[in-house]
């Protein structure tokens, strides 16, 4: 009895060894050479990302306004990453991000960050027509921007999200959100109406939130810059974002250079 006994016991000691070790082995397993090597950066997305209002544009990006004041110049900058590819364009909506900007991914890609959806949803001309026509346009426009993001970004937004995991596999994905535009009571005596203003915060809230759920289904990271931009807003004392500007249209109700590198990069930084 007491040799049996002993066989088992011997016999259960070598085989709780042996899965311990194969168990070990494969729990600290190496990781693949792929993901060594997913390293490097891959900057995608829109005129927020590209760093419209933000000056210093590199001259050969063209009328895509590629800033080195833009927060994915600013972190590449900081954290050397192995490569840098920068094809985020201003104008940039989903379809534009699928067919243009995509190439530089691939298994060594290990972070992309991207803003992408605010020109789907008619950002420029809800702006357009809130400053240039009535209080009652401006609000219709912004409750039609905001059907199109319940009924149809969900679906462009995932086509993006898809491709991207797809081309990259081993990188992780910030997906960066939009700051809302105003400090309501604030320092502005002109323009807008408060009702107005407040309307179009609402209306950067509600485009954020559903591109959040986008980007956690899809296991990304959303990085909400609204709290960063909390106090900087225009008609607060120290405005990160241009009111309209007539000499520049095309910067208005953009980041300015202090709106990438204090709103946008700590937010990207803390998510990467």
Known sequence: ????????????????????????????????SDTLAATGYVALGDS??????????????????????????????????SSFHFTAC???????????????LGSGTGLVSLSVGGNDAGFADVMTTCVLQSESNC?????????????????????VYSAISAKAPNARVVVLGYPRFYQLNGSCVAGLSERERAAINGAADYLNTATAKRAADHGFTFGDVTRTFGGHEICSGSPWLHSLNILNPGESYHPKAAGQS????PVLTSAA
């Open 1 to 32: 009895m007491r040799l049996s006994r002993l066989a088992a016991y011997v016999s259960s000691l070598l085989l709780a060894v042996a899965f311990a070790l194969t168990g070990a082995a494969a729990a600290h397993a190496a990781p693949s």
């Open 139 to 159: 609000l219709a426009r912004i409750a039609q921007a905001r059907s199109y993001v319940d009924s149809t970004l969900p679906g462009n937004l995932d086509k």
């Open 262 to 265: 204090g709103g946008y990069l």
């Open 48 to 81: 927020y990302s590209s760093g419209v209002g933000a000056g210093s544009y590199d001259s050969g990006s063209g009328s895509c306004k590629r800033s080195t004041k833009a927060y994915p110049a600013l972190w590449a900058a900081a954290n050397s990453p």
């Open 90 to 104: 201003s104008g940039a909506r989903t379809g534009d991000v699928l067919a243009s900007q995509l190439g530089p």
